[in-house]
């Protein structure tokens, strides 16, 4: 599948949202090919109403540049609702989150053109610390480039409240290093850490923070004026700084200013002007005006597919991410901060590039919704008639169907829980016969066009092919920076969630019974053996550590910031999770004690017959619990 329908799933994993591709009504279509900034205003402006309002964002920006110049830029709505600021697009800045990573790539590529880098050496000889060699291969600058690093993804920390939080580069990345779970260059797995060290590599072989480098080596020769990586901003560019929104409620609550951890890979802000000079320098290969930022070679190495999945898909340029939109070839990247949402995409055969971004939360879909808008007016698809489901296509593809999770996801800490009570991504074989792929409620529709090839039914250019792996695993891999792994019977979000809420009605009814019946039991005076009342007290440990557990995970992830809409603890670690972490400890020994009582219980004959079973299934259930906190990363 196309980068862009993922993008929302790479950069901020807890927010889900289905693209929206909302478009005005519009009168006859020109001809193919864009020509008048006029008329492609009137265009826009029904667009982006329709996308602003559908979606309720405060303020928004578009670009256009064609043939070496500025063809068109605009802002849309508020860059403050306070003070009724208007976006201005040569002077207020946005946040384009992972469009930063441009910056990154284009960076390395100008070391490597000076001799200081090379992009097949291992990284480890330019750090200051050694990523382990979990694997034979060494990652390499390529591998960064590509995001096939083999990195599991971390998401915690990413992000911070204040610039007191900010720890330096090289200090962030020799602590927060994620572990490496796939071999180099095998698949690939979108990595904002993979994307940070590349830039702290820069740092380290210029001996210049990464912001200056880029303020002199990029900014400069291009005029960008009004663009920084310096969080805050400048004083000089504070005051045109956009403000970002959360629609909540009937209103449009304001957050503050976003500070990104790992700041290479997300800190940007800039004008759209801006980065309308960025995108001409790309789309001239490097040459701005009188300047270059790249020697022509080197940007046409940068623009050229590094790696795919598949010889028969688009894949990962060197930074950039390749797709095929109405038959035209395009280098984009998407960016989302928390609040502020963007896309930038260069049509290098039409020398044209189109820049869009939000500074609402409704956002995330409005560049691609943009985007789609103006290539099916100025470069509209030939018609072509869906393609049918081959003969034996079901037979073939039904190994395949179930329930399948994302490369990039966290394995080895305890966000993993994230993604185990996150609703998988579903695959099934519809009536008609078509591979119906859904995900976040949205369902694209794929067919087989060549032998492990699919296409989508209604967009022939959306494309992902399934095999199975060289560890026996059954993949769906997309033109993108990640793939889809089927995901075994075990780690399915309604196991995990049943285990959670049938565990937590169990022993919260187990001990509520047992409390109750207590005084009960001490006026009938009734006599039990000293090892069936230690029976009962272990299963209480248990029970009691589990609810604490539960209730600590709940009082932590239901602590949401209002002017973000997201978990608090997605921008620092809560005291109370160190606390948390304690109850999984207590329930292991007890646990582990409660099926060697329930033996017991049945050998010696204690309590009445629904009493040991009662027993028995507390100690089936503590045994399934335990396995999810070892899955969990609770208990390693």
């Not at 994993?13 to 193919?32: G, K």
């Not at 904002?192 to 900014?219: C, H, K, M, W």
């Not at 695959?427 to 794929?446: P, R, W």
């Not at 329930?587 to 017991?600: D, I, K, S």
Request: a negative charge; hydrophobic letters at 45%.
């Amino acid at each position: 599948m196309r980068w862009s329908q993922w993008r929302n799933f790479l950069f901020l994993p807890w927010i889900v949202v289905a693209v929206l591709l909302v478009q005005p009504a519009a009168a006859e279509s020109p001809a193919p090919g864009l020509s008048e900034p006029t008329e492609l205003e009137v265009f826009l402006d029904g667009v982006m109403t329709t996308q602003m309002e559908a979606n309720h964002i405060a303020g928004a920006v578009v670009a256009v540049v064609k043939d070496g110049n500025l063809f068109f830029s605009k802002g849309y709505g508020y860059a403050n609702l306070e003070r009724q600021i208007p976006v201005d697009p040569a002077r207020t800045l946005f946040r384009p989150g992972s469009v930063s990573k441009l910056f990154v790539w284009t960076a390395v590529m100008q070391q490597v053109e000076q001799g200081n880098l090379s992009l097949d050496a291992d990284v480890n000889e330019y750090l200051d610390f050694t990523i382990p060699a979990t694997y034979p291969e060494p990652i390499t600058l390529k591998h960064l480039l590509s995001h096939t690093s083999g990195f599991e993804d971390i998401s915690q920390d990413l992000f911070k409240l204040s610039e007191d939080e900010i720890h330096p580069l090289g200090e962030y990345l020799k602590t927060h290093m994620p572990a490496r779970v796939y071999p180099p260059g095998e698949v690939g797995a979108y990595s904002n850490v993979g994307s940070a060290l590349a830039g702290y590599i820069v740092e380290r072989v210029t001996g210049q923070p990464f912001d200056e480098y880029v303020e002199q080596s990029i900014f400069v020769p291009l005029g960008m004026e009004h663009s920084t990586f310096r969080q805050p901003p400048e004083a000089n560019l504070a005051p045109d700084m956009s403000r970002g929104y959360n629609f909540i409620n009937g209103g449009y609550l304001e957050g503050g200013f976003e500070y990104v951890q790992a700041y290479p890979a997300g800190a940007l802000s800039a004008t759209a002007n801006d980065l309308a000079r960025f995108m001409i320098a790309h789309l001239q290969n490097g040459v701005y005006g009188e300047n270059r930022i790249l020697q022509d070679e080197t940007a046409r190495q940068m623009h050229r597919q590094l790696f795919t999945h598949d010889p028969r898909l688009d894949g990962m340029a060197h930074g950039f991410l390749e797709s095929t939109v109405n038959g035209l070839r395009m280098l984009s990247h998407g960016g989302d901060t928390i609040l502020f949402h963007t896309g930038l995409f260069l049509i290098p055969e039409q020398n044209i590039g189109l820049f869009v971004s939000a500074n609402s939360t409704g956002g995330e879909a409005v560049g691609e919704a943009v985007m789609r808008a103006f290539m099916d007016r100025y470069y509209p698809p030939e018609p072509a008639a869906a393609p049918l489901p081959p003969a034996e296509f079901a037979e073939r593809i039904t190994p395949y169907l179930g329930s399948y999770t994302l490369t990039r996801s966290n394995f080895t800490g305890f966000e993993k829980i994230v993604t185990a009570l996150t609703a998988p991504i579903h695959v099934t074989l519809n009536e008609e016969g078509y591979l119906a792929v859904s995900i976040a409620g949205e369902v694209k529709q794929f067919v087989e066009v060549e032998p492990g090839l699919l296409q989508e039914r209604y967009d022939p250019a959306n494309q992902m092919v399934y095999r199975t792996n060289e560890n026996g695993q059954m993949v769906l891999l997309p033109a993108a920076p990640f793939a889809l792994i089927k995901a075994p019977w075990y780690s399915g979000s309604g196991l995990h969630s049943l285990l959670l809420i049938g565990g937590f009605l169990l022993f919260l009814g187990t001990l509520i019974g047992w409390l109750i019946a207590f005084p009960v039991h001490l006026r009938k005076r009734e006599a039990q053996p000293l090892a069936g009342r230690l029976a009962r007290l272990v299963a209480a440990v248990f029970g009691l550590s589990f609810l604490l557990f539960i209730l600590g995970l709940l009082s932590i992830f239901l602590d949401i910031d209002p002017a973000y809409g997201v978990p608090r603890i997605f921008f620092t670690t809560p005291p109370m999770l160190n606390t948390v972490m304690v109850f999984p400890v207590l329930m292991l020994p007890a646990g582990l004690t409660m099926p060697v009582f329930a033996l017991l219980a049945w050998r010696n004959g204690w309590w009445r017959l629904r009493g040991r079973i009662h027993y028995a299934l507390l100690a089936v259930v503590a045994l399934a619990l335990l396995w999810a906190m070892v899955y969990w990363n609770f208990l390693l």
